[in-house]
């Protein structure tokens, strides 16, 4: 099998025919589906999401490769247009040495000219000098752009030899993050800095209720002391907003300045598109960072190193707390770009460390 094959079919709905055809003569006989295809549908709807969820990645262990797909209208928020047949596409591709996490391991032609048994620095005298370097679920990972496909290598043993080859297309933010396009932006879309102007006050300020109408958003009828998060403008608009309690930060905030239920605005989330499924926001965010940015660019806006950071999975964060507010950003270290950006009023910083809560960038 050459992977070349396999890639070819990136951004294609396994509903398509020709597709349908490779996976099948490739023994390749499960589908991604809906809930609502789901067999547990009907008597355990929970257990539906959570297969229909599953679906979606596909681990064909016996010809040592992965498939990994996504529902084609979020496919389309990160991509732009595709096949029309099928609601998933194939988004992303992984190929696996032998005995990688239990697969037997792949024998065909890996793209780039790659082997498994080549060592990190054979494999960047191939491919060049990589884009980025970093560790994945504890390996050793570098970033090669190839042509119009990024391929995430990982090495096994330190940098003994290629365990894993982790293949996809360029996306909108890959594209703004190489320089071959310009970020997307709504002139119509929130003020992201008005609206951190706005931390700290009552989450019925007039002020706040005219930023936010716009959005369709009004607290009127509403009691936001105890929301948490809202969620209402996050899939459309990429907005979350975060209230809490006045009377929680009594060292803080007087009370009498918080009417009704006492709810203080307290934060909100901006998520880049496909995140969450969400479209996605597409107005300024703080400090001039883009959603391209990688996580040497974002430390050079601040100059300084974070006040915290953490990392884990094929996600890492970062938090800086500057005079006020608490800025925290979340990137992915595979696409090694910025997704989330989380801003909270510096008060609550303090309050949810004592309450061993951790704010929700998440």
């Known amino acids: 099998m050459n992977a070349t094959d396999l890639l070819h079919f990136l951004g294609h709905s396994p509903a398509e025919p020709e597709f349908e055809a490779w996976l099948t003569a ?7 589906h809906t809930a609502q295809d789901d067999y547990d549908y009907k008597d355990e709807p929970d257990k539906a999401e959570r297969n229909a969820a599953d679906s979606e990645v596909e681990e064909a262990e016996h010809a040592g490769f992965c498939l990994i797909y996504d529902d084609s209208e ?15 596409v194939l988004m992303q591709v992984a190929f696996f040495a032998q005995d ?16 498994f048994n080549l060592a990190r620095k054979q494999v960047r005298q191939l491919l060049g000098k990589p884009l980025a370097c970093r560790k994945v679920k504890e390996l050793n990972v570098d970033l090669f752009l190839h042509g119009d496909v990024l391929l995430d290598v990982s090495y096994l043993g ?4 290629v365990g894993i080859v982790h293949a996809r297309g360029l996306h909108r933010f890959d594209r703004c993050m190489l320089g071959r396009d310009i970020p997307r932006k709504d002139p119509t879309a929130l003020d992201s800095a008005a609206l951190a102007r706005l931390l700290g ?21 509403e009691q936001l002391a105890d929301a948490d998060d809202v969620l209402n403008l996050m899939q459309q608009h990429g907005i979350t907003l975060y209230y809490r309690d006045a009377s929680e930060f009594n060292n803080t905030l ?13 934060g909100f ?16 965010l703080p400090l001039h960072m ?9 430390r050079a806006l601040f100059q300084r190193a974070p006040d915290w950071e953490s990392s884990g999975g094929d996600t890492a964060a970062m938090r800086w707390d500057l005079p006020h507010c608490s800025l925290h950003l979340m990137y992915s270290l595979l696409d090694w770009q910025l997704y989330r950006v989380t801003v909270f009023a510096p008060f609550t910083l303090a309050h949810d460390s004592a309450r061993h809560r951790v704010p929700p960038t998440a």
């Open 26 to 32: 490739n023994r390749v006989y499960s589908r991604p």
């Open 74 to 88: 979020n496919y389309r928020r990160l991509y732009g247009e595709t096949s029309p047949a099928g609601a998933f």
């Open 100 to 115: 990688t996490q239990s697969y037997q391991g792949f024998q065909g032609e890996l793209p780039a000219g790659l082997q």
């Open 158 to 161: 330190g940098e003994a030899g």
């Open 201 to 221: 006050g009552s989450a019925y300020s007039p002020a706040l209720e005219a930023l936010l109408a716009p959005l369709g958003w009004s607290s009127q009828g």
């Open 254 to 266: 007087k009370i009498r300045d918080f009417p009704g239920d006492h709810a203080v605005f307290a």
């Open 269 to 284: 989330r901006l998520n880049r598109a496909g995140d969450m499924h969400s479209n996605g926001f597409e107005g300024e």
């Open 290 to 298: 883009e959603f391209h940015h990688t996580p040497q660019q974002l």
